[in-house]
């Protein structure tokens, strides 16, 4: 007994030191929220188009039935990070031939129509979410918020946050690899 | 003296302060209390620690006005709650559930608590000296008795 007790605090510290190599390690972000979205089917809702816009609206039926995942973009015009955005989305639609559909949060439709024909317009389709109850359904948190959306409409992946720099936009190109959106070739 | 309280009476007026707004607020004031009820329980997904209650964060206050549409519609508490968890998680909630997967969160302070307890009884008693065996024999009382004459009478010689 007296014996085995020796080995306590070899053991205290273990288990200590353990938990703060996990505390302390700088990829984990204690802020981040999990989903409860992901596998599970796309949320009720439906939106308008954007007034004075040619994109036509947002709905949950549009969000099913397509022949590949699609990325679903949450934006504001009033939201300085998402202009960072917009490059690397515009990029993934022009380069890679993804389908992006977006909606604009909580934006004036005359400052949303401004921000896409000064900045182009990559979406095929934005739900205008005046109220943000849309952005309740989806459980967002803030903008930008960014999803991916398999073709029978499970939520696939979920990027809180701007996707912009290397490794944000290297952890989102795994992850439209592994939805199957992207081949897994480098590029 | 005066001029003391009157700065302290500042000070204090931020805490007194509430995040909501009279344009959310419900004119029945007892559902309007149900209300503040349940968004002490639910917690801010932007400033999180804090309650929707309390938040200035954009989407608390839409979740304010939420909880107040459900209840006028006619939902109970814990359907407001439900629905709000539904879309948020967990997480959302100030009281984490009693389930499985939060088994380690409800059960770790306590167990913890008790073993840091055993842990400082077995330190405690061993640390103490062993108690001497007391109490002599009769036979070892006389003995004593006779040595302690012998060197009076020694020490008298």
């Avoid at chain 1, 955005?85 to 949060?105: A, M």
């Avoid at chain 1, 943000?132 to 989806?138: D, K, L, P, S």
Wanted: hydrophobic fraction near 45%; proline fraction near 6%; charge should be negative.
């Amino acid at each position: 007994m007296k014996r085995a007790l020796a080995f306590l605090p070899l053991l205290i510290a273990l288990i200590v030191g353990g938990f703060f190599l996990w505390g302390l390690n700088p990829d984990r972000d204690p802020n981040a929220i999990p989903s409860v979205l992901i596998a599970k089917p796309v949320p009720e809702f439906e939106l308008e188009p954007i007034g004075g816009l040619d994109t036509p609206g947002l709905s949950r039926e549009n969000l099913s039935g397509n022949s590949a995942p699609v990325i679903v973009n949450v934006f504001a015009s009033w939201c300085v990070p998402c202009r960072a955005e917009h490059v690397v989305l515009s990029r993934l639609v022009e380069k890679e031939g993804l389908t992006l559909f977006g909606i604009n949060y909580k934006d004036k439709p005359e400052d949303a129509v401004r921000w896409l024909t000064e900045l182009g317009n990559p979406y095929d389709r934005i739900g205008s979410d005046l109220s943000g109850r849309a952005g309740i359904e989806w459980g967002l948190s803030g903008v930008p918020e960014t999803f991916i959306v398999g073709p029978e409409g499970m939520v696939l992946f979920r990027y809180v946050g701007p996707i912009i720099g290397d490794e944000a936009v290297g952890n989102f190109r795994d992850a439209l690899i592994a939805s199957g959106a992207l081949q897994g070739k480098q590029g | 003296m005066m001029k003391h309280l009157i700065v302290l009476f500042f000070l204090i007026i931020p805490f007194a302060t509430y995040a909501v707004e009279p344009d959310e607020m419900l004119q029945n004031s007892a559902m309007e209390e149900q209300a503040r009820e349940i968004s002490k329980e639910l917690r801010c997904v932007v400033c999180q620690n804090q309650d929707i209650d309390s938040s200035n964060a954009g989407v608390a206050r839409d979740l304010r006005i939420l909880v107040r549409e459900r209840l006028v519609a006619g939902d109970s508490n814990t359907e407001v709650v439900d629905f709000i968890q539904a879309r948020y998680g967990d997480y959302v909630l100030m009281r984490p559930p009693f389930k499985l997967q939060t088994f380690a969160l409800w059960f770790a302070p306590p167990f913890l608590a008790l073993l840091a307890l055993g842990v400082g009884w077995v330190v405690l008693l061993s640390g103490q000296p062993k108690q001497a065996a007391t109490g002599l024999t009769d036979e070892e009382e006389v003995e004593v008795a006779r040595f302690i004459d012998l060197h009076k009478s020694g020490d008298e010689a």
